[in-house]
């Protein structure tokens, strides 16, 4: 058995960092759930909160089951709309992490792509882009979000701002984060670029382009993963944040943040579920991704376990 453990640790030493965390098993097993729920809420969620012949504004502010005037028929109550909360949620998070994932997907691609060009070429190309990324550093990710939401928001037709909604959120909070992908490829980049096999394979011919995709990237792909699961959390935050501050997704689409905004004008009204359980949901799933991006962040750099 302890033969067994050891070549596990020299074969495949992440697994076995893994396997001895249980604080990453249950961060993994919680985000899981999360995902899980959220993906299959047509299946799970009782009613559909989109269809409007399953709201009953005579159903509105219904308190949980188990509290004093519940309704067995929802579980942990309804909103001010009448909307099931349990559904309403399940929802929500669907499109908070469709919302979370498109957005950093982007600024995934956008923040390594600069980050491998201005690393591997350097001269006035990384000089112009580390500048602006210097200046939106100084900036906090919600109020870059703010502002090309706002510019999206002057720009586009009034008509079409709830049906682009999604595009202008992920267009939003992708640009407020692109900067963590571009500064940190680029200093990997700049270390590789000086590797005997990327010199050997500009002595043979091969495109730059070809270089740092299919020879440099793949040797980077630790920081950039560590990257991709903090940063997730921010997205979701940011959306949820967003969409309480009333320029997210439109009210008729319910999401986390919008949840928790409609609950702040009941909570001391009595209440109180309408924003408990919104606010629970997205403190459990973003405290469970964090904790994933500190276990991936340890296990990548040795220097820090």
Not at 133 to 146: F, G, H, K, M, Y
Not at 185 to 198: C, D, H, I, L, M
Request: aromatic share 10%.
């Amino acid at each position: 058995m302890i033969a067994a453990w050891r070549r596990l640790r020299v074969e495949n030493e992440f697994l076995y960092l893994f396997i001895n965390n249980r604080v990453a098993q249950l961060a993994a097993f919680v985000a899981t759930l999360c995902v899980g729920a959220a993906v299959l809420s047509p299946w799970l969620a009782p009613y559909n909160p989109y269809d409007i012949a399953n709201i009953d504004l005579m159903d509105s502010l219904v308190p949980p089951a188990w509290s004093e005037g519940g309704d067995e028929r929802f579980l942990i109550g309804t909103d001010d709309q009448g909307r099931d909360l349990l559904s309403a949620i399940l929802y929500g998070t669907r499109l908070s992490l469709f919302v979370g994932l498109l957005s950093i997907t982007f600024a995934c691609v956008l923040g390594v792509s600069v980050g491998l060009m201005a690393g591997y070429f350097g001269g006035r190309f990384d000089t112009i882009m580390m500048r602006i990324a210097d200046v939106q550093l100084s900036l906090p990710a919600i109020l870059t979000a703010l502002l090309i939401d706002g510019i999206a928001r002057g720009i586009l037709p009034r008509e079409q701002h709830d049906n682009l909604m999604i595009i202008v959120l992920t267009v939003a909070i992708g640009l407020s984060l692109w900067v963590n992908f571009a500064r940190t490829v680029r200093a990997s980049t700049f270390v590789e670029r000086n590797k005997e096999y990327v010199q050997a394979s500009e002595i043979m011919g091969m495109h730059p382009l070809r270089i740092m995709v299919v020879h440099i990237l793949p040797n980077i792909m630790g920081p950039i993963l560590v990257i991709l699961t903090v940063d997730l959390a921010v997205a979701v935050l940011l959306e949820a944040t967003l969409s309480f501050l009333g320029v997210g997704v439109p009210p008729n689409q319910p999401s986390l943040g919008t949840l928790i905004r409609i609950g702040t004008e009941y909570m001391f009204s009595g209440e109180w579920w309408i924003v408990i359980f919104p606010s629970a949901m997205l403190i459990i799933m973003i405290i469970s991704i964090n904790i994933l991006g500190d276990f991936l962040r340890d296990a990548f750099n040795p220097r820090l376990r």
